[in-house]
């Protein structure tokens, strides 16, 4: 079960507010963040937002984000990334979840840097649909998925991060182990930024 619920934070990954929704619902109050989630219309999926602090730069996190070719080494259930076309603000990427005991996931996503006004930079993803890669009968084909990262600098090695998914990993799976993975896992999408933040510095520091 724990595996089911860890590689579902990667259906990863613009906001999405709904109107008249109900409070956010505080489920998780750790050291270095604070895990929430709400009732998203009638369809039963939650969505979740989290506030953590990790270390870094904005610069180096949007990079990790970015860097779609590594991504089935950073994160642990990605088996491909395609990074399909790329802009000076924004990525179209092809993505495939390894999910252990559950049928492979695909989803396609557009991602874009936004840089506010108040100095942070927000990364947006929302799915679109491209004829290179069809629905395929093997995989289940991910369809609602959209949210965001918000890093701020707080600090000059400490970066505040605003996280935001509304997701339907499809497929059978009972709703009640959809929400379940969303609460548990997005936690770890944070802070595997975070590692592979660390990873990279040590990585040049060596001679």
């Known amino acids: 079960m724990k595996i089911v619920i860890l590689f579902l934070l990667f259906l990863n990954l613009v906001p999405v507010f709904a109107q008249n929704s109900p409070e956010w619902v505080l489920v998780d109050d750790s050291k270095n963040i604070k895990l929430y989630n709400r009732e998203m219309g009638d369809a039963g999926i939650k969505e979740v937002k989290a506030v953590a602090t990790i270390t870094g730069t904005v610069k180096e996190a949007v990079e990790v984000i970015f860097d779609r070719k590594n991504h089935p080494e950073i994160f642990k259930y990605i088996k491909f990334a395609d990074q399909m076309k790329k802009t000076a603000e924004c990525d179209w990427s092809y993505n495939v979840i390894d999910a252990p005991m559950a049928s492979d996931r695909d989803y396609l996503v557009k991602s874009c840097e936004v840089k506010n006004s108040d100095g942070s930079v927000s990364v947006t993803w929302e ?3 491209d004829p290179k890669y069809p629905v395929n009968e093997k995989k289940v ?6 949210g965001y990262w918000k890093f701020t600098q707080v600090k000059p090695d400490e970066i ?5 998914i509304y997701t339907d990993p499809a497929g059978s799976l009972p709703l009640w182990i959809k929400n379940l993975a969303n609460k548990k896992a997005v936690p770890d999408a944070i802070f595997t ?4 933040i660390l990873k990279r510095r040590d990585s040049k520091a060596r001679p």
Do not use: K
Not at 141 to 146: E, L, W
Not at 160 to 164: L, M, Q
């Open 193 to 196: 930024v975070e590692r592979e």
């Open 141 to 146: 084909r991910v369809v609602i998925n959209q």
């Open 160 to 164: 505040r991060v605003d996280y935001y």
């Open 127 to 129: 799915p679109f649909e």
